[in-house]
């Protein structure tokens, strides 16, 4: 499991620290009504100080990325169906191990459907039984994509199309890589399981 140091790498922003300016203040307002809307109560996104937790208060200091980096992130969500989606987050966790990412996905993959024993074996690396071809595929897949160094292997990508096709082979690359970016976010920021949460 992965340990954060604690280190306060992107102080928290928030209107009652007072340390927005107005184009934080804008992009503030808008992941508020946003990660509400798409998380609700299953994972922790505000601080008790109304700071924005995972990637999104780091994402305020650089609000001009906020917006296309949300769309970017619901595009990619978009293309598969929840559990697919979830699938790939934990290819890519097995490999990156970003504490706040293992926090709400272990909770976000089995409100999607997965079991907390299929959810950690895939954490661990393994594909646990009882997840559907089409979802065995997107993990392993994601795997493959979290491990690269460079091309993807042509045995990797075989296994993969032939349940995935292309245009499913694709979606996943596009879930993989937008996880990624948010993993990659996470880990260089230190970001650790919320006040409150247990991981």
């Known amino acids: 499991m992965s340990k954060c140091t604690g280190a306060t790498r992107f102080p928290p922003l928030s209107p009652s620290n007072n340390n927005l300016d107005a184009a934080q203040l804008v992009q503030y307002e808008f992941l508020i009504n946003t990660?509400?809307?798409i998380y609700g109560d299953t994972i922790i996104t505000e601080g008790p100080d109304g700071s924005l937790q995972g990637p999104f208060n780091q994402l305020l200091y650089t609000p001009t990325i906020v917006q296309s980096w949300t769309a970017q992130q619901l595009g990619a969500a978009g293309l598969m169906t929840s559990k697919e989606n979830e699938a790939a987050v934990l290819g890519i966790l097995s490999i990156n191990r970003a504490t706040y990412g293992l926090y709400a996905h272990t909770l976000l993959a089995q409100k999607a459907g997965f079991t907390l024993e299929q959810v950690l074996l895939m954490l661990a690396g393994l594909c646990p039984p009882g997840i559907s071809t089409r979802e065995s595929a997107i993990y392993h897949l994601a795997v493959k994509l979290a491990q690269m160094?460079?091309?993807?292997?042509?045995?990797s990508y075989n296994a993969a199309f032939a349940?995935?096709?292309?245009?499913?082979?694709?979606?996943t690359i596009q879930q993989a890589a937008a996880f990624s970016y948010s993993a990659m976010m996470l880990n260089a920021g230190d970001v650790c399981?919320?006040?409150?949460?247990?991981l």
């Open 163 to 171: 349940v995935l096709g292309h245009e499913g082979v694709e979606a």
């Open 35 to 37: 990660t509400k809307k």
């Open 149 to 155: 160094k460079g091309p993807l292997d042509q045995a």
């Open 193 to 198: 399981v919320p006040q409150g949460a247990e």
